[in-house]
């Protein structure tokens, strides 16, 4: 399988997907003018991962700024995190970046933790700005 890999740009995050190393990163602002066509190939990569996962998945997401209808697709790959953990292929980890003082990042981190399942092993990690 193919690694995944996106430049930043102003309005998307940097995407690098690593399938051999189970290592999923996302950086950046997500404010992409069509979040579906953005996402859509993100989506499907995990979803051919998952077929067959390395033993262990870090998803980390260290995101400045998303809107609305990121935070749904952001939550699509979340829900697809937590599938995986579910079916014991992958022992999955999601850590959450924050700066201190930026509440909205903090406040939407825990607000996923939450809603996912305790089979995800879910961090939050406080970073400088």
């Known amino acids: 399988m193919n690694n995944l890999e996106v430049a930043e740009t102003i309005a998307t995050p940097a995407i690098s997907f ?6 999923l990163f996302i950086n950046g602002k997500s404010i992409p003018e069509n979040v579906f066509d ?6 499907s990569w995990i979803d051919e991962y ?5 033993s262990q998945t ?3 997401l260290k995101l400045e700024y998303f809107n609305t209808s990121s935070s749904k697709r952001i939550f699509d790959i979340m829900k697809r995190m937590e599938k995986l953990a579910m079916s014991d292929l ?3 980890t999601i850590i959450w970046y924050y700066e201190e003082d ?4 903090y406040f939407a981190g825990n607000d996923y933790k939450a809603i996912l399942n305790q089979k995800v092993d879910f961090r939050m ?5």
């Not at 690593?18 to 290592?23: D, F, L, Y």
């Not at 953005?38 to 989506?43: C, E, K, S």
């Not at 930026?102 to 990042?105: C, G, L, N, R, S």
């Open 18 to 23: 690593n399938a051999s190393t189970g290592r």
């Open 38 to 43: 953005f996402y859509t190939p993100i989506l």
């Open 90 to 92: 992958s022992k999955v």
């Open 102 to 105: 930026d509440e909205d990042i």
């Open 58 to 60: 870090v998803l980390e």
């Open 50 to 54: 998952s077929a067959t996962p390395t």
């Open 125 to 129: 990690v406080e970073i400088d700005g």
